[in-house]
Structures are given as structure tokens and as C-alpha cells.
Antibody
Framework: QVNLLQSGAALVKPGASVKLSCKASGYTFTDYYIHWVKQSHGKSLEWIGYINPNSGYTNYNEKFKSKATLTVDKSTNTAYMELSRLTSEDSATYYC??????WGQGVMVTVSS | DIVMTQAPLSVSVTPGESASISCRSSKSLLHSNGITYVYWYLQKPGKSPQLLIYRMSNLASGVPDRFSGSGSETDFTLKISRVEAEDVGIYYCGQLLENPFTFGSGTKLEIK
């Protein structure tokens, strides 16, 4: 069965960067886009963008273009999202999702000094 | 951006009864290929969202047939027949027609 295993919670300082991982299993990694979604505490879902694991092509929500960078490592079936210049507004739970069908367990990022 | 507006904000349902959640999009979600790109998700407390309905009316794998989706180009409904205790959580509609994909603000379902 499809499984997306995300890295553990992160506590990072303002201005720093963080790189989140999402290891896929149970399907052919290069067959489906990996999307990333942000959920601030108690709020709805915000789509960040997706990456085509086969080609590396990315498509971003304009809002997150200067905030998030999506990459993949096909050799390990792992997708990554790097968030840069972090502020308190970036504190949230981030999900990776295969085609916005199957979802990872989410990773909480807390930005605090 | 396409705005997805859900109603009601919350709904309280007696087990065994039905519930309906509405979602309206600010733009038609009907693609020229005939597919309507509205999706429904349930986020149970403390869990990740799970897909219930895709492309307006198609039941996702493993989802009970008590759930059904319907609608037009801009108005959509998720119906839950014979509500059970395990159905509690927040229901979101989302559009996957165009960038940026957007979601409604959610409808919280509680059990009476």
C-alpha cells in the first residue's frame, strides 16, 4: 500500500532554513506527482506546489515561490521541500501527498528563537 | 485564485441520520474534457486529510458508499448517509482545476 513517511518535527530559528523529507513506498515513485500542503494551526489547507519526480519539473503556488523549493532523489524515492528565511508565519504542519490522494503523516515546523 | 466557500461551518448529526455539506466555487470547475475537478477530504482529529470523493462524484478507494458527491459547475454537495461516530472531523472541499489549487475553510461534523 502507498506510504509516505515524513521527517520528524522541527524547531528552527527565525531567518533560518529547514529541509523536510518525504519517503515514498508502495508504488512507483516516478509515476505520480508529489504535492506539498501547508496547514497552519486550526486553519484550512494551502497548496504549496508539486514536483514531477520523473522529470523534476515543479509547479508552485505563486504565494510560495520564494519560500519553498521542491526536489526529489529518485534513488531513494524521497521528496524534499526546503523552506527558507523562516518567520513565525511559517509555523505550521506540512504534508506531502501523492497526487493529493495519499497523504503523509505531516510534520510540524515551529519557528521560534 | 478560485475561492471555495463551504457551508455550514459546523453540523451536529444524530447517528443514523444523514448530513449534507455544501461547497461553492468562484469559477466553474468543469474542464473542457468533461471532468469537474472538485474533491472532498475528511480530516479526522489529529490525523492527515483523507480523500473521500474525487472529480466531483467518484468514491475513493476504501471509502464507504455512505458517502456521495454531486453538483454542477460551481455548486457541490457532499452527502453522508447513515452517519456513524467514526465520521467526525473536518470536511474540506478542494479544487484541482487550476494553479493555485485551493480548499474551502472546512465544515466540522459532530455527533449529537
Amino acid at each position: 500500500q502507498v506510504n509516505l513517511l515524513q521527517s520528524g518535527a522541527a524547531l528552527v530559528k527565525p531567518g533560518a532554513s529547514v529541509k523536510l523529507s518525504c519517503k515514498a513506498s508502495g508504488y512507483t515513485f516516478t509515476d505520480y506527482y508529489i504535492h506539498w500542503v501547508k496547514q497552519s494551526h486550526g486553519k484550512s489547507l494551502e497548496w504549496i506546489g508539486y514536483i514531477n519526480p520523473n522529470s523534476g519539473y515543479t509547479n508552485y503556488n505563486e504565494k510560495f515561490k520564494s519560500k519553498a523549493t521542491l526536489t526529489v532523489d529518485k534513488s531513494t524515492n524521497t521528496a524534499y521541500m526546503e523552506l527558507s528565511r523562516l518567520t513565525s508565519e511559517d509555523s505550521a504542519t506540512y504534508y506531502c501527498t501523492e497526487g493529493i490522494v495519499y497523504w503523509g503523516q505531516g510534520v510540524m515546523v515551529t519557528v521560534s528563537s | 485564485d478560485i475561492v471555495m466557500t463551504q457551508a455550514p461551518l459546523s453540523v451536529s448529526v444524530t447517528p443514523g441520520e444523514s448530513a449534507s455539506i455544501s461547497c461553492r466555487s468562484s469559477k466553474s470547475l468543469l474542464h473542457s474534457n468533461g471532468i469537474t475537478y472538485v474533491y472532498w477530504y475528511l480530516q479526522k482529529p489529529g490525523k492527515s486529510p483523507q480523500l473521500l470523493i474525487y472529480r466531483m462524484s467518484n468514491l475513493a478507494s476504501g471509502v464507504p458508499d455512505r458517502f456521495s458527491g454531486s453538483g454542477s459547475e460551481t455548486d457541490f454537495t457532499l452527502k453522508i448517509s447513515r452517519v456513524e461516530a467514526e465520521d467526525v472531523g473536518i470536511y474540506y472541499c478542494g479544487q484541482l482545476l487550476e494553479n493555485p489549487f485551493t480548499f474551502g475553510s472546512g465544515t466540522k461534523l459532530e455527533i449529537k
